[in-house]
């Protein structure tokens, strides 16, 4: 079953603490993104990677960090810095311009 | 600055009517657009992209580039077609901004 998988469904945050989100695709693309989704605001993009090993910035990337060490892996963690981290997260990959594929997401919340 | 802008966070219409979602955008060079979809408890896909010029599920949309435009249109709505709509646009190699999105919603 070819497609994206994002891990957990629903995740917990604690005051002080750092959560890392999963994606994992095995659709052999290049490119990876992660989007935070809030009501009223559309995705706005927190990190992508266009290869393995390297990662560039999006638009709200202060308090989030990434690694890509495997092509098929880009997972986000996000720190205690980010001090409004509740929303939905979506992680997408891509082989063609514009073209994404997306995963059924991750619902974080603070406790 | 690039840009993609939806201006209704909302649009009610009645079965049969006729639908149209709002993309204007800001770019400079040549532009490529996408609009995007997500159903109720599915994830977010690619409805079409203005390159292909196809009619997906009755839906089209054209580029615009004196209004800066690209409109997602249909005829006649379906309940089916309820969902929010975003419209999409690559900036630099492989970035994708979106826009704040539409939400459609279609009455019997």
């Known amino acids: 079953d070819g497609g994206i998988t994002q891990s957990p469904k629903y995740l917990f945050r604690k005051e002080g603490q750092n959560v890392t989100l999963s994606c994992e695709q095995n659709?052999?693309?290049?490119?990876m993104y992660w989007y935070r989704q809030d009501p009223g605001q559309g995705l706005r993009l927190i990190y992508y990677?266009?290869?393995?090993?390297?990662?560039q910035k999006g638009d709200i990337a202060e308090g989030y960090s990434v690694s890509r060490e495997k092509k098929e892996s880009f997972p986000l963690t996000v720190t205690s810095a980010q001090k409004n981290p509740t929303a939905f997260y979506l992680c997408?990959?891509?082989?063609?311009?514009?073209?994404?594929?997306f995963g059924s997401g991750t619902q974080l919340s603070v406790l | 600055a690039q840009r993609v802008t939806q201006p209704e966070k909302l649009l009610s219409v009645f079965k049969g009517a006729p639908v149209e979602l709002k993309c204007n955008y800001s770019?400079?060079?040549?532009?490529?657009l996408f609009w995007y979809v997500q159903y109720s408890r599915q994830r977010l896909q690619l409805l079409l992209r203005?390159?292909s010029r196809e009619s997906i599920k009755g839906f089209t949309a054209d580029l615009n580039k004196g209004e800066t435009s690209f409109h997602l249109k249909k005829p006649f709505a379906q309940e089916e077609d309820s969902a929010m709509y975003y419209c999409?646009?690559?900036?630099?190699?492989?970035?994708?901004?979106f826009g704040t999105g539409t939400r459609l919603q279609v009455f019997p």
């Open positions: 997408a990959s891509s082989a063609d311009r514009g073209k994404l594929f």
């Open positions: 659709l052999n693309h290049d490119a």
């Open positions: 990677s266009q290869i393995v090993n390297d990662f």
């Open positions: 770019y400079s060079g040549s532009p490529e």
């Open positions: 203005h390159i």
């Open positions: 999409a646009l690559p900036v630099d190699t492989d970035k994708l901004i």
